[in-house]
């Protein structure tokens, strides 16, 4: 047979009711979950696309407003020449036609759009991928 340990008081730690047991404090334990099932249709219904900075090379006028706007500092132009080795040949196709290459540090993006306001010639946009 095994132990019960009963609760004698509660209490609230940083948000999360803690019983005081024979053992020491634990959460407490729920189990009125409700479990569904999941498919395409139920993650397309409440899953949405990641948003993305997009920029239409035609339209960009090698500004930089959106690197010096940026609040998280994570938009870079560089020059086409420190990638000009890489493996990839759609890279490598980029760095001999283009006279900047522009980066953005996915990781440190926020999408607050703050760059494709600023840009003068509209050649920034924000979108969701398909």
């Not at 009125?32 to 920029?55: C, F, M």
């Not at 239409?56 to 020449?81: Q, Y």
């Not at 440190?108 to 050649?123: K, L």
């Amino acid at each position: 047979m095994g132990r019960t340990s009963s609760v004698f008081r509660q209490r609230e730690v940083a948000g999360i009711t803690l019983g005081k047991t024979d053992q020491g404090l634990h959460p407490e334990i729920f189990d009125d979950y409700r479990i569904e099932s999941v498919d395409a249709n139920w993650l397309q219904e409440r899953v949405k696309p990641k948003r993305h900075i997009g920029l239409t090379p035609e339209l960009c006028i090698l500004c930089r407003a959106c690197e010096d706007v940026c609040p998280w500092e994570c938009i870079f132009m560089m020059s086409p020449g420190i990638v000009q080795d890489a493996e990839n040949p759609d890279v490598m196709t980029l760095a001999n036609t283009a006279e900047a290459t522009f980066v953005i540090d996915d990781n440190e993006c926020t999408r607050c759009a703050i760059c494709v306001e600023r840009c003068p010639s509209d050649a920034l946009w924000l979108g969701r991928v398909q």
